[in-house]
T-cell receptor, first 110, second 113 residues
Framework: KQEVTQIPAALSVPEGENLVLNCSFT??????LQWFRQDPGKGLTSLLL?????REQTSGRLNASLDKSSGRSTLYIAASQPGDSATYLC?????????FGKGITLSVRP | EPEVTQTPSHQVTQMGQEVILRCVPI?????FYWYRQILGQKVEFLVS????????KSEIFDDQFSVERPDGSNFTLKIRSTKLEDSAMYFC???????????FGPGTRLTVL
């Protein structure tokens, strides 16, 4: 059974800092890995999806990497802004089902 | 930009009552999902639906749960006899053929008293 872990549970950084959010998973037989953003009381917004054959994806200040063999993914956020404050979840995809980590709550201090 | 919508945003019900949560997926999407998130816990997969039938379901999705696509636009989750532990945020998601990116709705917060 797939287990997805995100550590730490919370992170606070000053504005402008580059940061890396980590995600690990136990079963490397995945089709893809997706990063989401969740604002308090809101739904999930897809940020990036990496197919199992890919190593990374980029969108603006975000870059996500995937290392299937080691069961790891990272989300890199460049030049963080207060508006980046949210919970970031990673999820592995197999068939149609997503398995989520618990998320990392990021706070970017002005 | 098209988005997944869900109604109601908050539903309060008494234990043992039936509830129906409604979702309108993005119009050209063909794959539909329900997930739930108990407060403070992970988002959990419940069920996936394609071509008018369930593709996959989790162990959470027992006989108390059912899904339906009653018309060309709505996708519903029914809980026949709610339990206290069904209290959670329920998310609907969808995607179209040829992409794995799932688009999520804003969620329905279900509170069972």
């Amino acid at each position: 059974k797939q287990e997805v872990t995100q550590i730490p549970a919370a992170l606070s950084v000053p504005e402008g800092e580059n940061l890396v959010l980590n995600c690990s998973f136990t079963d490397s037989a995945i089709y893809n890995l997706q990063w989401f953003r969740q604002d308090p009381g809101k739904g999930l917004t897809s940020l990036l999806l990496i197919q199992s054959s890919q190593r990374e994806q980029t969108s603006g200040r975000l870059n996500a990497s995937l290392d299937k063999s080691s069961g790891r993914s990272t989300l890199y956020i460049a030049a963080s802004q207060p508006g980046d404050s949210a919970t970031y979840l990673c999820a592995t995809g197999a068939n149609s089902k997503l398995t989520f980590g618990k998320g990392i709550t990021l706070s970017v201090r002005p | 930009e098209p988005e997944v919508t869900q109604t109601p945003s908050h539903q309060v019900t008494q234990m043992g009552q039936e509830v129906i949560l409604r979702c309108v997926p993005i119009s050209n999407h063909l794959y539909f999902y329900w997930y739930r998130q108990i407060l403070g816990q992970k988002v959990e997969f419940l069920v996936s639906f394609y071509n008018n039938e369930i593709s996959e379901k989790s162990e959470i999705f027992d006989d108390q749960f059912s899904v339906e696509r009653p018309d060309g636009s709505n996708f519903t989750l029914k809980i026949r006899s709610t339990k206290l532990e069904d209290s959670a945020m329920y998310f609907c998601a969808s995607n179209w053929e040829g992409t794995d990116t799932q688009y999520f709705g804003p969620g329905t917060r279900l509170t069972v008293l």
